[in-house]
T-cell receptor
């Protein structure tokens, strides 16, 4: 079956703009979470959605937001982009949530460059 | 939150050698996974192993949850094994799905 699909794969923005990234989870998976990877901070958890509700949130400013739709697809948005937002953004899906999460599967990522 | 430490940070091996990567974590976990990150950035699942031992071909992993560590064994390494290996853990209850990643072990396998 198809894996986790992220779009776009690459994008370039300028400071002050906003960006929306999309993630389609594995069919049947209801949990979607987002991670940011940078050379300096490594892989960091952004937030998790399950049944259209945010269940966990990492330590990121309010400029980072997300949502999940009824078909489990998720989007994340970053507003007022800063140079430091340049990163690989990874989406993961799993069947359950919390203690019933099980294994997480990651997409190929969206690589954002902010100029 | 949970702290995750991986060792060694860097490892250079000749093809055919064996290696052991270690992951220490600071608290009880409900979720532990090992990943290999390919050159394009995708995290490839190796093992989902919150406890016990698993094997998959030349790779095997053991997690001793009571002592808060996990080991990834790579035997007869090949150049295609090169890359960064990450250990990631999720805590108890509702935080099991919130993975905390280690800083990774960068493996280079040479001919």
């Amino acid at each position: 079956k198809a894996g986790v699909t992220q779009t776009p794969r690459y994008l370039i923005k300028t400071r002050g703009q906003q960006v929306t990234l999309s993630c389609s989870p594995i069919s049947g998976h209801r949990s979607v979470s987002w991670y940011q990877q940078t050379p300096g901070q490594g892989l960091q958890f952004l937030f998790e959605y399950f049944s259209e509700t945010q269940r966990n949130k990492g330590n990121f400013p309010g400029r980072f937001s997300g949502r999940q739709f009824s078909n489990s697809r998720s989007e994340m948005n970053v507003s007022t982009l800063e140079l430091g937002d340049s990163a690989l953004y990874l989406c993961a899906s799993s069947y359950g949530q919390g203690a019933l999460t099980g294994e997480l599967f990651f997409g190929e990522g969206s690589r954002l460059t902010v100029l | 939150g949970i702290q995750v430490e991986q060792s060694p940070p860097d490892l250079i091996l000749q093809e055919g050698a064996n290696s052991t990567l270690r992951c220490n974590f600071s608290d009880s976990v409900n979720n532990l996974q090992w990943f290999h990150q390919n050159p394009w950035g995708q995290l490839i699942n190796l093992f989902y192993i919150p406890s016990g031992t698993k094997q998959n071909g030349r790779l095997s992993a053991t997690t001793v949850a009571t002592e808060r560590y996990s080991l990834l064994y790579i035997s007869s390494s090949q150049t295609t094994d090169s890359g960064v290996y990450f250990c990631a853990v999720g805590g108890l209850g509702g935080t099991a799905s919130k993975l905390t990643f280690g800083t990774g072990t960068r493996l280079q396998v040479t001919l």
